[in-house]
C-alpha cells in the first residue's frame, strides 16, 4: 500500500484534514510574520546603536568604543556574580570602603526619646559622623557623609593608628520623674499667652518658610479657639509640635528648653493616631519626624516619617484631585504631599536608604507660587505670581527632591561598578544628565534667590536651597573619586571631574561664611543646622580631592594631578571653615565636632602627605595631641553632666531667647516672671 498524498486532503494513512491544512498556513503565515518583525527590531536596534555611538564621540572623541563593548562581557559577569549574591551565594568580592557587618544585630538601634536634656549628648542627627562605639544607629548607606568620613579614616589609617574616639554619646539618667517634671512644665508655659504666640510666631517665621506643612490662617483660627477644642482633639498634639519647633528654630543659643512641649506631645501619641488617617495626623508626624532628626533621634523620626508617608498614600495625597476643584484645600494637600516627598528624598541621600517614593506612582502638580496666607480652606487659589510668596523656597525644594531621588536611585542605591571603559562612559553619561538638571532647575529659580534685596523670611531657605544643589554636585562625583584612590579604573577619567568637585565643594565654604558674615546676629538653629551640615560635608570632599591630589604626580599632566595653588585652595577652605563652626556652635554644638574631626584629620593629613612623598611621617604633634585630649575630656564632661544642671541651664537660655524674639516684635514681657517661678518650682 502507497501514501496518499499528505496535501490532497483526503483521511488516509498519511492525509491531512483540510481544517487543518488551513490552521498550518495560519501557523506558517504567523512564523513569517514573527521573523519580519524580529528583523525590523533588530533595524531598529542598529540604528539605535548607531545613533549612540555618534553621540558618545561626540562627547567623548577620545574613547575607544570598541575596546568598551569588549569590557561589556566582563560586566556582564560582574552584574551576575552581583544577582548571585543576591541570591545567597558567597561573594569574593567586597568593596573596601564598606563597613563590615559581623553580627546579626549590627543594625539593631535604641533612642531614648525621652531623653532630651543636654545639646551636646546627642547621637548623629545628620549622619555624618557614624558611631564608634558599640551601641549602632542603623543602618548608613553610601551617600551618607558618615560613609564619607569612613573612606577618609581608612584612606589616613586614622583608625589603625588608635586615635578615634567616640564622636557622639548619651546620657542615660533621665528618670520617669524628670520626664513627668518636663512634661508638667510644658503644660505651665502653655497657659501663658504671651509664651505660646510668640513659639507659633517664630514656628511660621522660620520653619514653615522653608516647609508649609500648615496653612497659617487655617491654623490660626484654630489656635484662636484653643481654650475651647476638647482635650480629646489632636490639636493639642499639633499645637504642641509647633511651639517646640518654633521655639527649637527660632533660638540663637543651644538649649534644650523646647523638648518639653515635644515630651508633652508624646505623651498624647496613642494608638489611635494609626487606626484612622487625616491630614492633621500627617501633619503631627511630618512635624515630630523632622523635629527627632534635628534633636538627633534620627531613626524615630524616620519611621514616623514612614507612618506619614504611608498614611498620605493610604488617603490619596500622591494622586492629582480632579479639574475643577482647585481650591486653598487642594493646594495645601499638593504642598503637604511635596514635603513628604522632599523629606524622604532628603533622608534617603543624608542616611543612604531606599526611598519610599517612586516618581512613577506620583502625579501631584507642584505647589503654586501663590500667598493664600490670608484666604479660608475653601476660597478659590489667587493667580500665581512671580514675586516671592511663602511657598516660594517650597517649590524650589520640591523640585530639587525630584532630583535628588533619581540621583540617590542612580548612583548609591543601585550597586554601580566604575572600572571599564563602558561603565565609565556609563557613569559620565548620567553625570552630566544630573549636572544638566541641576543647572536647568538653577536657571529656573526666582529672581529673589540671587538678589540682595529679598524678603528677610526667604534669605535663609534660599541659601539652604543653593547648598543642598551644591552637596548634590558633590554626590555626582563621589564614585568616581572613590574610584580613583582604590586604583580601579582601566582608563583615564574625565579631566575636569576632580576639579568641578573641588569647585563645588568651595562655593559652599564661601557662600556658608558670606552668609555667617552678612548676618551674625541672625543665626538661629533652623539654619545653623543645615549650615552645619552642608559645610561639613563639603570639607570632607576637599580632604578627598587633596588625598587624590597626594596620590597622584604633580608633574604629570593627568586627571587627578592638581597645581599645587588648588591643594592649599583646598587646605585654606578648610581653615576657614573650622572659623565659620566655631561661629556657628553657638545655636547648634555638633559643630564642635566638626572641628575637632577636621582639626584631626589635618594631623593625619600631613602625615599622609609625607609618606607618599617618601619622607619619615611625623609623629602625632602636640596640637593634635591635645585636640584629641580635649575631645575625651569633652566627651567625659557631658557624661557626667546632670539632667537637672541642662534643664535650669536651659531655662536661662529659653528666657534669653523670649527676649529677644520678644523685643523684636513688641510683645509684652510681663510672662517672664511666671516663667521664673515656674522654673524654681520644678528645678529648685
Known sequence: MGFENPRSGLRGSGGVPPEMTQRGKSQGNSSTIDVLIRIRNLELLERKCARLENLLRTLHPDMDIAAMVNDSEDMDFRRQRNESVLEGEESEVEDEFEEDVDDGHFMEWHEDVSSGGAMDTFQDGPASFGSAVASREGYIGKSAGASLLRVIHKLLDIHRDGIS???????????????????????ERLVVKTVRDSLVDSYFQTFNTFYSVLHERTFRDQYAEFETIPESSHFHMLLRMVVAIGSLCGSTQANSSEYCFYLSARSRLF????????????????????????????????????????????????KESPAGKNTVRMECRRRLWWVLYLFDSGISITFGRPPIMADRVVDVKFPLNIDDTKLRQNDPVPIPTTRATPHTALIAFAKIATISARISERFFIRTRSVSSQLEVAEYMHLVESFDSQLSKWRNELPAEFYSKNCPPWLRAPRMVCLWREQNLRTLLYKGMLEAMIGGKLKVSPPRDYVERCMSAALNTVNSVGEYIDENPNNLWWGLTWYATYFLFQADLYLVLVMIISYDSDPDADTATSLSASKVQACSDAIKRSCEHFTKLQVSNPVSRKCISTLEQIDGFLKRYQARKKGQQPTELGDD?????????????????????????????????????????????????DNLMSDSEYYFG
Open 624 to 672: 593634635q595631641a591635645d585636640n584629641l585630649q580635649r575631645q575625651k575630656d569633652w566627651i567625659q564632661e557631658q557624661q557626667q553632666q546632670q539632667p537637672q544642671n541642662t534643664f535650669s541651664q536651659s531655662m536661662e537660655m529659653f528666657e534669653n531667647d523670649v527676649i529677644n524674639f520678644s523685643s523684636t516684635h513688641q510683645l509684652d514681657l510681663s510672662f517672664l
Open 271 to 318: 494608638a489611635d493616631m494609626v487606626e484612622s488617617g487625616t491630614v492633621e495626623q500627617i501633619q503631627i508626624l511630618l512635624l515630630m519626624s523632622n523635629y527627632l532628626q534635628k534633636r538627633d533621634k534620627p531613626n524615630t523620626g524616620y519611621n514616623l516619617l514612614g507612618l506619614a508617608v504611608r498614611m498620605a498614600i493610604g488617603m490619596g495625597l500622591h
Open 165 to 187: 574616639v567616640p564622636l557622639s554619646s548619651s546620657v542615660d539618667g533621665n528618670s520617669f520623674e524628670t520626664t513627668m517634671y518636663s512634661i508638667n512644665l510644658a503644660e
